[in-house]
């Protein structure tokens, strides 16, 4: 099963390191990760997307990263309303012709055109992960030259409380 997993850590040289070791020691698989500063000042975010078998596995998993000295807040969100978006850059075969063509492609879902060349273009797109699946699979025909996508990047939506320890944490540890 996919969990999308967030971890709170001291943005520090090697952090990302042993955590993506870790998980590869442990034989998770990381389908996705994404990695960014936050409002406060020395922590960042991972988000990253694990398959895991069930239920043990996860808890397995979550106990291992709070062990992480680094790391201050560990919480599966998967089965919380969240904010989940994910970023792509396709770059697809064009010539003048058929620009307009891809032009019609990509308007439903909201991508835009961001780099035009002599033989192709390139398309932005954001969005769930389904959304930009199926954008790619429409530019495909057209021959995809390139891809690059940032992996998914989750927050939990609205009001819901978030835990203290993410609030109120040093930063001397």
Same mark, same amino acid.
Do not use: C, W
């Given at each position: 099963? &996919?969990? @999308?997993?967030?971890?709170?850590?001291? %943005?520090?040289?090697?952090? =990302?390191?042993?955590?993506?070791?870790?998980?590869? &020691?442990?034989?998770? %698989? @990381?389908?996705?990760?994404?990695?960014?500063?936050?409002?406060? +000042?020395?922590?960042?975010?991972?988000?990253? /997307?694990?398959? /895991?078998?069930? %239920?043990? *596995?996860? +808890?397995? =998993?979550?106990?291992?990263?709070?062990?992480? @000295?680094?790391?201050?807040?560990?919480?599966?969100? !998967?089965? $919380?309303?969240?904010?989940?978006?994910? =970023?792509?850059?396709? *770059? /697809? @075969?064009? $010539?003048?012709?058929?620009?307009?063509?891809?032009?019609?492609?990509?308007?439903?879902?909201?991508?835009?055109?961001?780099?035009?060349? *002599?033989?192709?273009?390139?398309?932005?797109?954001?969005? *769930?992960?389904?959304? /930009?699946?199926?954008?790619? +699979?429409? =530019?495909?025909?057209?021959?995809?030259? +390139?891809?690059?996508?940032?992996?998914? !990047?989750?927050?939990?939506?609205?009001?819901?409380?978030?835990?203290?320890?993410? &609030?109120?944490?040093?930063?001397?540890?």
């Amino acid at each position: 099963m &996919k969990r @999308i997993v967030t971890a709170i850590v001291h %943005n520090r040289s090697g952090v =990302l390191n042993r955590v993506t070791g870790l998980l590869a &020691k442990r034989q998770f %698989n @990381i389908e996705s990760i994404s990695v960014g500063r936050t409002e406060t +000042e020395g922590v960042s975010k991972m988000t990253f /997307v694990v398959d /895991v078998e069930d %239920n043990r *596995k996860l +808890e397995q =998993l979550t106990k291992q990263l709070n062990k992480q @000295i680094d790391v201050l807040k560990v919480s599966d969100i !998967t089965d $919380n309303a969240i904010v989940a978006r994910e =970023l792509a850059l396709v *770059k /697809v @075969i064009s $010539n003048p012709q058929i620009r307009s063509e891809i032009q019609g492609i990509i308007e439903p879902f909201r991508a835009t055109i961001i780099d035009v060349s *002599k033989e192709s273009v390139t398309v932005q797109v954001t969005g *769930k992960s389904d959304k /930009v699946d199926a954008l790619i +699979e429409l =530019l495909r025909p057209y021959g995809v030259k +390139e891809l690059a996508r940032t992996g998914l !990047t989750a927050f939990k939506r609205g009001n819901q409380p978030q835990p203290a320890e993410v &609030k109120s944490y040093s930063l001397l540890n």
